[in-house]
């Protein structure tokens, strides 16, 4: 018997439940323990090590223990990284991710505040650390945030693949930048997409670039016949359905770094292109989990959506 | 081995040489000596010193630089004697008669002249007194009399404040350096400009450059060299983002010296590349320098000084050293200072140069967001006096107190203390432009305010005597008539009168021109040089009235379209 045809009713969100490590990462910072922090951040993988960073960077109190940590080892990379992240997230959580018309003057000097205080940890992270794809993915971040400009988010993202060439998590910040709301074009982003998975091994959790690429650009549709129509285009489905084959449907695709944003961002796609049985197996493959992007992008109320849409793929209605 | 002697009483250095003899003479005078009401003024006495040799058949220069301003020569003992001999009594006894056509030469010698890139650093440094007048244009010319000439060289162009290098066997016979008694002077005190550093100003969007002041000594050059290399690397061999890449150090008299680069940029790569000098210059204070580096720099420039030794070339450096009050330094000391250079010595020179440094960020970046604090580019302070409403913009004012003058508007403002003003520039027909000593401008269009005519003597007798700088009278198709904004669509405004020139080139040069406010213009010179584009104000169409605060830094009018567009868009 499928599990998915358990239909579980849960969705859990926490990232924690799809990586395990990110539990003991955070076990690690609560009990302030640096050094235990930097044994599990050096036995990972490059992408998971950033992802881990990423995961963990929200926690409160962050600031003060990892500017001891960087005044007693400047040179400290992870330190730098998840002090530069963690500061940007702050930074972004006053900004909101709204739209910029949204954003009220007193949030932006804010959040501009929070991003030089990051990108001067960054600074110095990546001048003793130019190998680092943390310190560089947290820099692609705080260039878009303080609107550097496309040719340095370009530049910072070549220093990343000189330090690591398939790394996802910058990718998708570049990605972000490129898109037009920022300082790209659809051009960009397509091209950047296509380029990156291309170039990435398959089997991967690459694919989700392409997925990312079409979800961005169908949600600046105007309305509903619009997204529609972008979704009919033949060019347009026939991509996201390669990028899955390369991804998703690989064979060898595992469950390390990136694997339930991957499947979360296509079972979106799936569903957004009425493929029920695509829908169907994708959510089979997720079980209860997902993640709260790109599904924030129907409604506030993300678990709402995932369990319709869940619901539907499996077999019930919408 | 260089020989140190006297000749005439003027200290000299004497040195071996491979070439044909060589020797010039230094005065320790240039043009962070001069007022700004006075700036032109060591170039003339250069210019009008060698007006007697112009047509004579062997090689000679003049040169007048920051700090020193020399005459040189190479050739035939008899022709460098006939040829430093003659410039002394050139200088005691000046050719008068030649003082329009030489003002008229060095005009158009200025036209033609192009700044280079890091010029600008030293106006945001120092402002417009000692080390920032230097990028100010020669606008003492108008009004530099032969008595100024006079007590000028009566106070620089001295036996005590000279001094001699000759690349070759022997003092030359029959060598009278017949001088005028008077004192050394030493270097100017460097003002400063920059409240706070590192600071950042934005210039042209096709350079960034930087300079910070340091200590005098070898650990400073070789990092400079390291600098460069680490630029070079970073911007051109990894990322490709820049064509040239240099840093260069020049010492100064008063025992610092000054380390500078800059970096070119594609406009549409202007953000990469200071995003790759920032980078470069973290490294650098971060102290993350290679030995191999310092090792490689150390190693160029001991080849360099060696080279220098025997072909005669540090003579003209230990020169000036005399003039500084600094010692001889033979090679082997000079040596041996290189090459006890560490690793450790060029990252302590790097941190305090980083933390002195100016950045000049391309086009409309900042640098905040890595730490650099804006240098200031308008004023803080209104003075407390008379408000005169523009008759064109009734958004903007000048306000002129018994202590200064202000413009305002656009919710900033500029102004100038009677005390602390370096310059006023007169015309003729009545504009005032006041020019304080940090670099802020408040120009006076008399024409452009009620009762502006009337206001001009009052203005003017607030200002020291010394500080007024007599301007050529100007076309009158540039001086402004009053031009209302169009109150409302419905009611046109009158016409605006046609400039002479007419056309859309005309009228913007007349915006340009006639605004009766300042201009902020910051790096335009290097704009040309690089890009060598000198149409700035025909393509300065979108130019709008209305802003109103620039801080001028070189010569009025060229590419100030450019310069506005770019504060107004900020």
């Known amino acids: 018997m499928l599990p998915a045809m358990s239909q579980p009713t849960d969705v859990v969100l926490d990232s924690a439940a799809a990586y395990p490590e990110i539990n003991a990462l955070r076990a690690a910072l609560a009990r302030r323990d640096w050094p235990a922090c930097r044994t599990l951040l050096d036995s990972a993988g490059s992408m998971e090590r950033t992802g881990l960073i990423r995961a963990v960077c929200e926690d409160e109190g962050l600031e003060g223990f990892l500017r001891a940590v960087l005044a007693a080892d400047p040179a400290d990379g992870a330190a730098s990284a998840l002090l530069g992240t963690h500061l940007i997230d702050v930074g972004w959580k006053i900004r909101t991710g709204a739209r910029a ?8 000097a804010a959040f501009h505040d929070w991003l030089r205080k990051a990108e001067q940890v960054l600074i110095d992270g990546a001048a003793y650390n130019p190998k680092d794809p943390a310190v560089w993915t947290a820099r692609i971040t705080s260039a878009r945030g303080l609107q550097l400009g496309l040719a340095e988010s370009r530049r910072r993202y070549d220093r990343l693949t000189a330090a690591d060439p398939y790394h996802l998590p910058g990718q998708l910040q570049l990605l972000q930048m490129l898109c037009p709301k920022w300082d790209g074009s659809w051009e960009q982003v397509h091209e950047f997409a296509r ?6 091994p398959a089997g991967g959790p690459h694919g989700v670039l392409i997925a990312e690429a079409h979800i961005e650009h169908v949600f600046d549709a105007d309305n509903r016949a619009e997204m529609m129509g ?12 390669q990028a899955a084959q390369r991804s998703i449907w690989h064979p060898g695709f595992g469950r390390g770094y990136g694997w339930i944003e991957a499947l979360s961002s296509f079972a979106l796609l799936f569903m957004l292109l009425d493929d029920q049985r695509a829908a169907a197996a994708t959510f089979t493959a997720m079980g209860n989990l997902a993640t709260r992007h790109p599904w924030d992008y129907l409604a506030d109320d993300v678990v709402t959506q995932i369990q319709q849409a869940r619901t539907w793929a499996l077999g019930g209605k919408r | 081995m260089i020989t140190q002697l006297e000749v005439g009483g003027i200290p000299t250095v004497l040195g071996p040489t491979t070439g044909p003899m060589h020797a010039g003479l230094v005065f320790r005078v240039g043009f962070a000596d001069e007022p700004l009401a006075k700036r032109g003024i060591t170039h003339l006495v250069e210019h009008l010193a060698l007006h007697s040799f112009g047509v004579a ?4 220069n003049g040169a007048t630089s920051v700090e020193y301003t020399f005459f040189h020569t190479r050739g035939a003992e008899a022709d460098i004697v006939k040829f430093l001999n003659g410039v002394c009594a050139a200088l005691n006894d000046l050719p008068m008669h030649r003082l329009t056509t030489e003002k008229e030469i060095l005009r158009t010698e200025e036209n033609g002249r192009s700044e280079g890139p890091t010029e600008a650093l030293a106006l945001w440094r120092h402002g417009a007194r000692d080390y920032g007048v230097v990028t100010y244009p020669e606008w003492g010319l108008s009004g530099i009399t032969p008595d100024d000439l006079r007590a000028w060289v009566g106070r620089y162009f001295t036996r005590q404040n000279a001094a001699l290098w000759i690349a070759g066997p022997a003092v030359p016979a029959g060598l ?14 460097q003002s400063s400009a920059l409240p706070v550093r590192p600071a950042y100003f934005s210039g042209p969007s096709n350079v960034v450059a930087w300079d910070a002041v340091v200590r005098r000594e070898a650990r400073a050059a070789v990092f400079s060299g390291v600098l460069e290399r680490a630029l070079f690397r970073s911007l051109r061999q990894e990322s490709g983002l820049s064509y040239t890449v240099h840093a260069g150090y020049e010492p100064r008299g008063d025992g610092s010296a000054v380390i500078s680069a800059f970096a070119d940029a594609l406009p549409e790569k202007q953000g990469a590349v200071l995003g790759g000098f920032v980078d470069v210059l973290a490294s650098a204070r971060l102290g993350l320098i290679d030995q191999a580096e310092v090792t490689t720099v150390v190693n160029q420039r001991t080849e360099e000084l060696t080279h220098a030794e025997e072909n005669g070339s540090r003579l003209p450096g230990q020169a000036f050293n005399l003039l500084a009050g600094r010692p001889v330094q033979s090679l082997d000391e000079a040596l041996a200072e290189l090459r006890a250079v560490t690793r450790d010595d060029v990252a302590a020179v790097a941190a305090s140069a980083f933390a002195d440094g100016l950045l000049m960020t391309p086009g409309l970046t900042s640098a905040d967001w890595a730490g650099y604090t804006a240098a200031p580019n308008s004023s803080d302070v209104v003075v407390q006096g008379t408000t005169y409403p523009s008759l064109e913009d009734p958004a903007l004012a000048l306000i002129a107190g018994e202590s200064g003058v202000s413009v305002v508007g656009d919710g900033s403002a500029a102004t100038v203390w009677f005390d602390q003003c370096a310059a006023v520039l007169a015309w003729p027909d009545g504009a005032r432009r006041f020019v304080g000593h940090d670099g802020i401008q408040v120009s006076f269009e008399p024409t452009l305010f009620m009762n502006g005519h009337a206001l001009i003597p009052a203005l003017d007798a607030r200002v020291r005597p010394e500080l007024r700088t007599p301007m050529p009278p100007r076309d009158a198709a540039r001086i402004p008539i009053p031009r209302p904004k169009p109150p409302q669509e419905h009611q046109p405004a009158p016409a605006a009168p046609e400039t002479e020139s007419g056309g859309t080139a005309g009228a913007v040069l007349g915006l340009v021109v006639l605004s009766p406010i300042l201009l902020f213009f910051g790096l335009i010179g290097v704009v040309m040089l690089i890009s060598a584009v000198a149409d700035s104000e025909d393509t300065g169409s979108e130019v709008i009235l209305g802003l109103s605060f620039l801080f001028v830094a070189v010569a009025c009018g060229f590419g100030v379209g450019k310069a506005i567009r770019k504060l107004r868009n900020r």
Do not use: C, K, W
């Not at chain 2, 058949?57 to 000679?60: F, I, K, L, T, V």
């Open chain 1, 101 to 108: 018309q949204y954003v009220s003057r007193e949030q932006f």
């Open chain 1, 195 to 200: 380029d990156a998975v291309g170039a990435a």
């Open chain 1, 230 to 241: 972008y979704l009919a285009n033949e060019q347009v489905r026939a991509e996201i359905y």
């Open chain 2, 57 to 60: 058949d062997y090689h000679y």
């Open chain 2, 176 to 189: 009278q350096l017949t001088l005028p008694t008077g004192r050394r002077m030493p270097a100017p005190a």
